[in-house]
């Protein structure tokens, strides 16, 4: 099984891609035909796409180890994006987040870039080559935890300065998952764990919007015509959608009803146009993702192929339900993407380098028979001291 795992985690990706390129499909569509630009959206998504699978298969020949021979290089190159999005004429401020570098200012309207999607990659690779490096020092207060904390705040300290509290949060729990597989202890955690909730705390005290986002989840109704207004439709089209779903292309709520409905609320355009039916196989898709890629790094054959294969694959996974609990109104609205799935080209190519990484990473693990598992079990088998 742990052998043939990469094919599952292929064909998991390749349908959740596929399934964002007829949703995407479908939305364009009404946009032309009330005037708009003939599928701009779509051919710009399949030029991403067309990058975005370049990228994954060079990584899939690339040696993981390479990753761990440059990861300060990469996350130093993170930080300066990140630091760019601040910066007037290069930085691009939309619906009151920094979270975007572009070229508009130079000719260049449609290049646009994410920082914060690679950022966490870069991320994982560095406390992955981290804990891999120090391994004997895991449990240690100074290079287990103190050392990797503060390199893992820095990274979320800079997305959250963007107002992008989403992108923050999930970077601080894709952080504190691979300390936790590399063995840190506990109660070191639980201080990351209380200064990141302080942080969100600060962020929701000082930007009210934020705060009021998180109040309008307890009573959509009263909210329908505010910030409200996405999960409430939201929800509408799920329940509309039924079992059978309207049928593709036959969805209502994204005729403006629904703002995003191509980018971070096209979840529940699948659960419209295509029912529950629709909405169960993407939550399928996604769970035969996860197991395969945590099957992935078990066999991984060293120590910073385990922590990066399972880091990353938590990376998407947990971004994935992110945006799930999002649009089914159980979480605040916080704008995060759906792996493979929305529409953006920094989000589909960050995501396909990790799938890549996580090919390579299964091209040279240590695979196990069936008929190996008896020799293992009798060698694992306690044998009495005389």
């Given amino acids: 099984m742990a052998k043939h795992s990469i094919f599952l985690l292929i064909l998991a990706v390749v349908s959740l891609v596929a399934l964002g390129i007829t949703m995407l499909a479908s939305t364009t569509f009404e946009i032309a035909n009330e005037g708009g630009e003939d599928y701009v959206t779509l051919w710009r998504q399949l030029q991403w796409l067309g990058v975005a699978v370049t990228v994954c298969v060079a990584a899939a020949f690339i040696d993981y180890h390479f990753w761990m021979r440059w990861r ?22 939309i619906n009151g987040s920094r979270r975007w570098i572009g070229l508009k200012e130079f000719g260049l309207s449609s290049f646009r870039v994410q920082p914060s999607e690679f950022a966490k990659i870069a991320l994982v690779i560095a406390l992955a080559g981290w804990y891999s490096t120090h391994e004997a020092l895991t449990r240690t207060f100074r290079r287990g935890f103190l050392l990797p904390g503060l390199l893992l705040m820095g990274v979320v300290g800079l997305i959250g300065c963007e107002f992008d509290l989403g992108s923050a949060l999930l970077a601080s729990a894709v952080g504190l998952g691979v300390m936790f597989m590399a063995g840190a202890k506990l109660r070191y955690l639980a ?32 909210h329908k015509e505010g910030l409200g207004l996405q999960q409430w439709v939201s929800k509408l089209a799920f329940g509309s ?24 609320f096209i979840f529940p355009m699948v659960g419209e146009e295509l029912g529950f039916r ?17 099957m992935v790094s078990a066999y991984a054959p060293n120590r910073f192929g385990k922590l990066l294969g399972a880091g990353l694959t938590f990376l998407l996974g947990l971004e994935a339900l992110l945006n799930m609990g999002v649009t089914t109104a159980l979480l605040p609205n916080k704008g995060l993407p759906m792996p493979f799935v929305s529409y953006g080209g920094s989000s589909l190519v960050a995501a396909m380098l990790a799938v890549g990484i996580l090919v390579n990473i299964h091209r040279q693990g240590v695979h196990i028979t069936w008929d190996q598992l008896p020799v293992i079990r009798r060698k694992r088998r306690w044998t009495p001291q005389l």
Avoid: Q
């Avoid at 300060?72 to 401020?93: D, F, Q, S």
């Avoid at 629709?278 to 395969?292: E, S």
């Fill in 278 to 294: 629709g909405t169960a196989a993407v939550v399928l898709a996604f769970a035969v993702f996860v197991m395969a890629g945590m």
């Fill in 72 to 93: 300060w290089h990469m996350l130093i190159a993170a930080a300066v994006l990140l630091a760019l999005c601040y910066v007037p004429m290069i930085g691009i401020r």
């Fill in 241 to 264: 959608g039924s079992v059978e779903g309207r049928g593709l292309g036959e969805g209502r709520m994204k005729l403006s009803y629904l703002p995003e409905a191509h980018t971070d």
């Fill in 191 to 222: 201080v990351i764990v209380l200064l990141c909730g302080g942080g969100l705390w600060a962020g929701i005290k000082y930007l009210p919007n934020r705060f009021e986002r998180i109040m309008v989840t307890f009573d959509l109704e009263k």
